[in-house]
């Protein structure tokens, strides 16, 4: 199997990344119709196959779990997940000869594998389905001529896709059909309806490509929304304890902080976010944020030049070979931290408490979001899709840390993003070695200590035209005007 996306021509190349329409609520107008009375058969019951199984039958549809005979025997935690939640759970053999649809939810290092044991099994004519379209584009899957593909990837992590759901929303979603493989022309129904069965038509759905995805993707988890945050845990984290914080209030700042600051973007983007802030602590952020994004330019524009090009996917795959080496070595890192390993105290931190004392946490994720979007759409990804996988995701990432840090983070995003957070991460902590030499606790951990908040107007008003005029933000008021049945979390 070659790389899919290498063998197009560049038109063709470009033509799919700038795949993308904002499909409007009526679009919808039929609800779950075309996947009413079908059979929907999962793969692997982990963080997307089991959220996303119990909104689909909370919307009245027909769900059950085809398992791997290994974890149905050892009762493994898949297993517990349909189970204990009252799906049918059964075999391969058992179940995916009965499906109209297959929703492929296991890792992508399994896609192979899997699609290859599965698709002798499917009937004639049925639909194969993934939330993330790398075996397709980076592997070059080919699939049976009878078969329809089609991807419904819900932009954050499973957690989320049920928790929004629950909530009445639901997360951004891009679907797409894979081209070469719609024989009955059926597939942009399927996959508008299957949308509906998550919530995501409630919080934006983009009509997408594979293509689209991946490449958008693997950037948004890679930098600003995994990468970024666990870059800037450990180092805001270690700068505290340097600077004689008190452990235990510099952990809960951390961890409850990006959750804080990120509702703020999510409501009002960038803009809100920094609003939050006094006027001389806005412009701080701003020259920060300023500073950082000069430096991690470099780093942003090499992580999608990878993405592009396939060196990114090929050195994954060559881990996948060697056992997953990186990744358990990295993943085993993560757990020594400072951070990870000092308990959050239980001082009490007023919502105010986390911009005032975490400015150069919002200079973090301005400098990011900003980054990760002038970076996707330099690279033809359309901006509507690049704001999901900036701005919109980055709350929803920030979520998890507040549960159980950086741990739930890694534990919840998939195994490809976890993959591509460790690797920015490892790039990024030297790279901002001496910017962090130069931060001092007035901009992380105490705030800033001023008799008077009295700033110059004239440099006031350049920040504030700055920040307005950033293209996420005019994107970001459109999508938000969509968002109408949004929820608050704190
Ligand atoms: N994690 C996320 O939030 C997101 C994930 N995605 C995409 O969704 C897909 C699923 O990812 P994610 O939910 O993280 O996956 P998980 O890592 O949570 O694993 C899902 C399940 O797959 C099963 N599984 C693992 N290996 C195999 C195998 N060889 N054969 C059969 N089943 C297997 C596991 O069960 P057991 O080992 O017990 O058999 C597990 O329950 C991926 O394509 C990912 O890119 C998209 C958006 C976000
Ligand atoms: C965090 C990245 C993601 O793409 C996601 C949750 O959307 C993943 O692969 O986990
Ligand atoms: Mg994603
Ligand atoms: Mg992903």
Redesign the pocket.
């Known amino acids: 199997m070659a790389n899919y996306f290498n063998t197009l021509p560049l038109r063709e190349q470009l033509a799919q990344l700038a795949k993308c329409r904002f499909m409007y609520s009526s679009e919808f107008a039929d609800g779950v119709d075309a996947l009413k009375g079908k059979k929907m058969v999962v ?7 089991l959220n996303q199984g119990l909104n689909l039958r909370d919307s009245g549809l027909d769900v059950s779990y085809a ?2 005979p ?2 149905i025997a050892q009762k ?4 517990k ?1 349909a189970s204990e939640n009252g799906f049918v759970v059964g075999t391969y053999e058992e179940l995916i000869p009965t499906a109209d649809i297959v929703l492929n ?4 290092k ?2 192979t ?2 699609v290859n044991a599965v698709m002798p099994l499917m009937k004639e004519g049925a639909c194969l389905s ?3 379209g ?1 075996n397709i584009v980076e592997e070059g899957m080919q699939v049976r001529d009878d078969l329809t593909v089609i991807m419904v ?2 932009k ?3 957690s989320e896709v049920r928790a929004e759901y629950v909530r009445g929303f639901g997360v951004p979603t891009l679907i797409a059909v894979h081209e070469a493989n719609d024989p009955k022309g059926e597939g942009l129904a399927l996959a508008k309806a299957y949308a509906v069965g998550t919530g995501g038509h409630k919080a934006g759905v983009l009509m997408s490509s594979f293509i689209a995805e991946v490449k958008s993707d693997l950037m948004g988890e890679q930098t600003i929304l995994c990468g970024m945050l666990q870059t800037g845990s450990i180092l805001c984290f270690d700068k505290m304890i340097e600077e004689g914080i008190e452990p235990g209030y510099a952990s809960k700042l951390i961890q409850y902080g990006w959750e804080n600051i990120t509702e703020a973007l999510k409501y009002g983007g960038v803009t809100n976010m920094l609003d939050r802030l006094s006027n001389p602590a806005k412009i701080k952020a701003f020259d920060l944020a300023e500073e950082l994004k000069d430096i991690m330019r470099p780093l942003y524009n090499k992580h999608q030049d990878d993405i592009m090009s396939g060196h990114f996917s090929r050195t994954m795959m060559e881990d996948w070979a060697n056992d997953d080496a990186n990744l358990l070595k990295w993943r085993a890192d993560t757990a020594e931290t400072n951070f990870e390993k000092t308990p959050a105290s239980d001082v009490e931190i007023s919502e105010q408490e986390f911009f005032d004392n975490g400015i150069l946490m919002v200079a973090m994720v301005k400098a990011g979001v900003e980054l990760a979007f002038e970076t996707m759409t330099a690279a033809g990804i359309i901006a509507e899709s690049a704001y999901y996988e900036s701005l919109h995701e980055t709350p929803l990432i920030a979520n998890t840390i507040a549960r159980k840090k950086l741990y739930e983070m890694n534990a ?6 976890e993959y591509g957070c460790y690797l920015y991460n490892h790039a990024c902590v030297p790279l901002l070695a001496d910017f962090m030499k130069g931060i001092k606790s007035d901009v992380i951990g105490k705030g800033l200590d001023l008799d008077d908040n009295g700033v110059d107007n004239a440099r006031l008003i350049d920040v504030n035209d700055a920040l307005r005029a950033h293209p996420v933000e005019a994107v970001g008021a459109v999508l938000r005007g969509h968002m109408a049945d949004m929820k608050k979390i704190v």
């Open positions: 793969i692997g019951c982990g963080a997307q196959g398992l791997r290994e974890a493994r935690q898949s297993w997940n939810l296991t890792p992508d399994q896609h594998a899997v993934y939330s993330h790398f990837a819900p954050c992590p499973g919840t995003i998939s195994d490809t993003a």
